[in-house]
């Protein structure tokens, strides 16, 4: 499949990304243009809501307990599409820089672009994906390569 069939069907899967839940259009692209044989990291900023908010509206659960229906599927599906988990751990503030307010940081390594599509493709990804949105009320996703 070649990019721009990945980026209709992940747009199609994830949304438009307007409202910072998935990525845009433009990022990814920006991300599926890279080149497929250069491992990426991801670094992953999660801010949890108290109560998560679904399609249908406010849940019964807290926003981290939602994440954690996430990252229980999440986690096993990197770990099938070849990714791992440099790191998972509570946000603990800033050492230098403006200072910024998370509640968990993730940093997941993948050995190429195909592994990314890979995960972003799993059917139980996708359809966890919807707790991990419920969850946040922001993220943020860095970027980091050769």
């Known amino acids: 499949?070649?990019?721009?069939?990945?980026?209709?069907?992940?747009?199609?899967?994830?949304?438009?990304?307007?409202?910072?839940?998935?990525?845009?259009q433009d990022q990814w692209k920006g991300i599926l243009d890279r080149p497929r044989d250069k491992p990426l990291?991801?670094?992953n900023f999660f801010k949890f809501r108290e109560e998560a908010i679904y399609r249908e509206g406010v849940?019964?659960?807290s926003g981290?307990?939602?994440?954690?229906?996430?990252?229980s599927v999440s986690m096993p599906a990197m770990q099938?599409?070849?990714?791992?988990?440099?790191?998972?751990?509570p946000f603990q503030g800033t050492f230098l820089g403006?200072?910024?307010?998370?509640?968990?940081?993730?940093?997941?390594?993948?050995?190429g672009l195909d592994a990314l599509i890979a995960l972003y493709s799993d059917e139980a990804y996708r359809a966890a994906f919807p707790h991990r949105?419920?969850?946040?009320?922001?993220?943020?996703?860095?970027?980091?390569?050769?």
């Open 41 to 43: 990291t991801l670094v």
């Open 133 to 146: 949105t419920a969850a946040c009320a922001r993220q943020k996703v860095i970027i980091c390569g050769e």
């Open 80 to 89: 099938r599409a070849g990714g791992s988990f440099l790191h998972v751990g």
């Open 64 to 71: 981290q307990e939602a994440f954690a229906e996430y990252a």
């Open 98 to 111: 403006e200072n910024e307010d998370w509640d968990l940081i993730a940093i997941g390594s993948y050995p």
């Open 59 to 61: 849940s019964e659960k």
């Open 1 to 24: 499949m070649n990019v721009n069939n990945h980026l209709a069907q992940f747009i199609d899967w994830y949304g438009p990304g307007q409202d910072g839940s998935s990525p845009t």
